[in-house]
C-alpha cells in the first residue's frame, strides 16, 4: 500500500492559522496535481484545493483568500496553509493526486484538524 502521509493539524482557536504537511510517494510527484481534500464524520470526502504539476492553483469558494495550497518539488511535500479559521473547517484532512474519477495513491490516515474556542 502506497499513501501520502498527513501532518501539522491539531487544535486551534477560530481565527487562527495551521501549516499542513503532506510527503507524497515519489517518481510522478513533480508532475501530477496534487490535492487537499477533507472529510468531516458521515459525510463524503470533499476537494479543498488543487495544485498542478506547474503550479496552478484553484480552490473550492469556502476556501477562497482563507487557504493557500503550494508544493516543494525537491521535498516531494505538498502544503497547505489556512489562515483565518472557522469551525465549520473542523475535519480530518488529506492529500492525494487526482486521476481521472479515482487517484494514484491510498488515502492515508490524514490529519484532524479541530477549530474550536
Known amino acids: 500500500q502506497v499513501q501520502p502521509v498527513e501532518s501539522g493539524g491539531g487544535l486551534v482557536q477560530p481565527g487562527g492559522s495551521l501549516r499542513l504537511s503532506c510527503a507524497a510517494p515519489g517518481s510522478i510527484f513533480g508532475v501530477a496535481t496534487w490535492g487537499w481534500y477533507r472529510q468531516v464524520p458521515g459525510n463524503e470526502r470533499d476537494l479543498v484545493a488543487l495544485?498542478?504539476?506547474?503550479?496552478?492553483?484553484n480552490y473550492v469558494d469556502f476556501v477562497k483568500g482563507r487557504f493557500a495550497i503550494s508544493r516543494d518539488n525537491a521535498k516531494n511535500t505538498v502544503y497547505l496553509q489556512m489562515n483565518n479559521l472557522k469551525p465549520e473547517d473542523t475535519a480530518v484532512y488529506y492529500c492525494?493526486?487526482?486521476?481521472?474519477?479515482?487517484?494514484?495513491?491510498?488515502w492515508g490516515q490524514g490529519t484532524l484538524v479541530t477549530v474550536a474556542s
Open positions: 495544485i498542478t504539476g506547474g503550479g496552478v492553483t
Open positions: 492525494n493526486a487526482p486521476r481521472g474519477s479515482t487517484y494514484f495513491y491510498d
